[in-house]
């Protein structure tokens, strides 16, 4: 099994900052990607950022320059830093991973189980 718990998360006003964290847990080899993804009240799921093996990063245009995706291989944890926030930013956060559970398996996608983000005005 793999686990992925994403923390961090609450409730902040216009303006502020949190940290997500994202530690992934269980017995497999390796992950490569991982990222966050948001979904707001009645809209689709959408990408936040990714961050390779390598610390190669990827972000939505409209989030580049306020949130930063970074990790920690050794630990295999992910974050995000969300700074100058706005109540748009109001979301479900979850995070995700490439995982390879055994040398002779591909890659999959295994997804947390979300922290709750609310900006108030």
């Known amino acids: 099994q793999v686990q992925l718990v994403e923390s961090g998360g609450g409730l902040v006003q216009a303006g502020g900052s949190l940290r997500l964290s994202c530690a992934a847990s269980g017995s497999f080899v390796s992950i490569n990607a991982m990222g966050w993804y948001r979904q707001a009240p009645g809209k689709q799921r959408e990408l936040v950022a990714t961050?390779?093996?390598?610390?190669?990063?990827n972000y939505a245009d409209s989030l580049k320059g306020t949130f930063t995706i970074s990790r920690e291989n050794g630990e295999n944890t992910v974050y995000l830093q969300m700074d100058s926030l706005k109540p748009e930013d109001t979301a479900v956060y979850y995070c995700?991973?490439?995982?390879?559970?055994?040398?002779?398996?591909?890659?999959?996608?295994?997804w947390g189980q979300g922290t709750q983000v609310t900006v108030s005005s």
């Open positions: 995700n991973a490439n995982v390879k559970r055994y040398y002779f398996t591909t890659y999959a996608t295994y």
């Open positions: 961050i390779s093996s390598g610390g190669n990063t």
